[in-house]
């Protein structure tokens, strides 16, 4: 009877201490994660350098300017649209500021988009190589099936995207047109386009033949 009565004892205070436990694990504070820091911390000092571009005092503006730039692209997402802004050199350096951190990323991207291929591969194994390389979607749904099918010799090596480009029209006899973002790839006509490229790094430039106009 004793050992009995010890056992129920002990189970009831076992049971006691459990709830206790449970209770107090319950009642405890959780632990929340501490928010990561991300793009959104920028846009704190972007909004007090952007404030300086407009102070008096030259030293300060071009001290905010290279501030602004060493940032890079990042802060493209936090800068005001400049028809937004009421002081006039505030809005002048945020333009300048856009056009040049958006031609920093066209920059980086297209040196990232190298493209290296040799071989004879057909024309679509080709440019679907090209679109993987460089992330830029080619369409070639105005060639024929035989055209798609057609061997074009070729070796790229760590080449521009539009140096692969200019390669595959002029291997392939083959010409470029964009309507409505979509860039295509079509048969190149009898007609001879007079133009001229110019490759400047990642960036290409087409002049088409104009008829020049007398001076009055």
Known sequence: MRSEFSLARFSTAAMVSLCVVTSYSRVLPATEPRPAKGKSDLSG??????????????????SARRRLLALGPAILEHLPAPNTVKNVATRVAIRRLIRTLERTT??????????TISGRP????????????????????????????????????RSTYWQA????????????????????????????????????????????????????
């Open 45 to 62: 000092p972007v909004k007090r350098l952007v404030n300086d571009l407009g102070s008096n005092r030259r030293a300060i503006r071009e």
């Open 106 to 115: 066209a920059t980086r991207s297209a040196r990232a988009s190298q493209v």
């Open 122 to 157: 057909t024309l679509e194994t080709l440019v679907a190589s090209i679109s993987k390389q460089t992330g830029n979607r080619l369409t070639m749904h105005r060639l024929s099936p035989k055209q798609r099918q057609r061997p074009v010799p070729i070796k790229l090596i």
């Open 165 to 216: 480009i200019d390669s595959v029209m002029s291997r392939a006899k083959l010409d470029l047109v964009h309507r409505n973002g979509a860039t295509t790839l079509i048969a190149r006509g009898n007609r001879k386009t007079d133009r001229s490229n110019a490759l400047s790094g990642p960036f290409r430039v087409t002049a088409t033949t104009a008829t020049p106009k007398p001076t009055p």
